[in-house]
């Protein structure tokens, strides 16, 4: 699939071009709702990240276009993460392969140290690209699994830098460090983690549709909510 790499103005000029009157997004949106995705599975709520404001828009457009209602969570693994996002999984048959559909632009990459790639996080999903620019509407959300510091030495061996604060992280609450860097985490789960675990523990296909679950497992639909506190 042909994607096309937007600088920051090109994002913002697309954005504002197909703008309908639902899909503006404003200072409300970004500083006072949550994003509910409500699942075959249970509810998720996800906090967007201010630090990712090209991530935070483009996900706050999509869910009130309505652009994520009836997508499959396409691919899941244990231990790792589930993702979601291709609007050609919408009522796919079984068997098949999913997983290259969305929108014909990328986000560029969003990197911040202060946001890694621990469990309950939400990041873009990308294709293999020198920018490491995100996917327009494909996503992930990590469940990964707990790290000792011998494993952890061991990404380090192979160049990679993990900050003190994130190993205790890693220790504890589980992730998948050697995604730092890689891939934009553009927020967290808020509500819900119980949901990622089960949605994590479905049966998937070892087939041609590798990953996917042998029951779907569905976005119902995608909201704006109240801001809650943690």
């Known amino acids: 699939m042909k994607k096309l790499l937007l600088t920051l103005t090109a994002f913002f000029t697309l954005s504002f071009a197909f703008a309908q009157k639902d899909s503006v997004v404003t200072k409300k949106d970004r500083t006072k709702r949550d994003v ?6 249970g509810d998720i709520t996800v906090r967007l ?5 090209l991530h935070r828009d483009n996900f706050l457009k999509l869910v009130k276009t309505g652009y994520y209602d009836g997508v499959l969570f396409h691919r899941v693994i244990k231990d790792f993460m589930i993702q979601a996002g291709d609007p050609t999984s919408k009522d796919a048959k079984p068997g098949l392969p999913l997983g290259s559909g969305g929108p014909s632009y990328r986000v560029p990459a969003e990197f911040n140290e202060a946001l890694f790639h621990k469990k309950g996080v939400i990041a873009a999903a990308r294709d293999n690209n020198p920018e490491k620019a995100s996917s327009g509407s494909q996503f992930y959300i990590v469940q990964g699994k707990t790290f000792t510091d011998a494993e952890l030495s061991n990404f380090e061996n192979q160049g990679k830098v993990i900050p003190a604060a994130h190993k205790e992280v890693y220790k504890t609450l589980g992730g998948t460090p050697h995604l730092d860097g890689g891939y934009t985490v553009f927020g ?4 819900g983690i119980e949901v990622l675990d089960k949605i994590a523990a479905v049966a998937t296909s070892r087939g041609a549709d590798r990953d996917r679950p042998l029951e779907d497992v569905k976005i119902i639909t995608a909201k704006l909510v109240k801001r809650k506190k943690k």
């Open 36 to 41: 509910l995705l409500q699942t075959s599975m």
């Open 188 to 191: 967290e789960v808020v509500k």
């Open 49 to 53: 990240s201010d630090l990712t404001p």
